[in-house]
């Protein structure tokens, strides 16, 4: 594994498929955000997010997310995907991406998410419940010793 994705708690990897490719013969930008999204409830499992969002119909919503685009994709090619909160605020948290192709050696994009705190039951947000919280630093920490919230 790439010495770059050594702070991201969590990596997957994924083969680019043939037919995530567009008509210029390289993968779609729309891709990069699908690689992001598995990452990222990946990362939720990690943390019992998921689990909690069931019980208590407090879950994330996604309120903004980018993508920096390195090196373009193409096929065959096999990808890995990181994902790491790098900061924790009342309501929301801030999620960073990187996509690393296998076939370059080198980092293909990179992105960032805002991961809103949202009760799904009353239709608003509200503020990171600790126990998220703290399933959020204990994982990061598992990666990162040095990770400080805020």
């Not at 567009?22 to 939720?44: K, L």
């Not at 903004?64 to 390195?70: A, D, G, H, N, V």
């Not at 959020?136 to 990162?144: F, G, M, P, V, Y």
């Amino acid at each position: 594994m790439s010495t770059l994705l050594k702070d991201y708690p969590v990596v997957i990897e994924f083969p680019v498929a043939w037919g995530e490719m567009d008509s210029m013969g390289h993968v779609n930008n729309i891709v990069y955000f699908r690689y992001f999204e598995s990452a990222r409830i990946a990362y939720f499992e990690k943390t019992n997010l998921i689990n909690h969002m069931i019980a208590t119909g407090i879950g994330p919503i996604l309120g903004e997310i980018s993508c920096k685009f390195r090196i373009p994709l193409s096929y065959p090619d096999k990808v890995l995907v990181g994902a790491k909160v790098v900061g924790i605020e009342e309501d929301r948290f801030v999620m960073n991406h990187l996509v690393y192709s296998i076939k370059h050696s080198k980092v293909a994009a990179e992105g960032d998410g805002v991961i809103v705190t949202f009760n799904y039951r009353d239709g608003k947000k509200v503020n990171v419940p600790e126990v998220v919280k703290q399933g959020i630093l204990d994982l990061e920490k598992s990666a990162n010793p040095a990770f400080i919230r805020g």
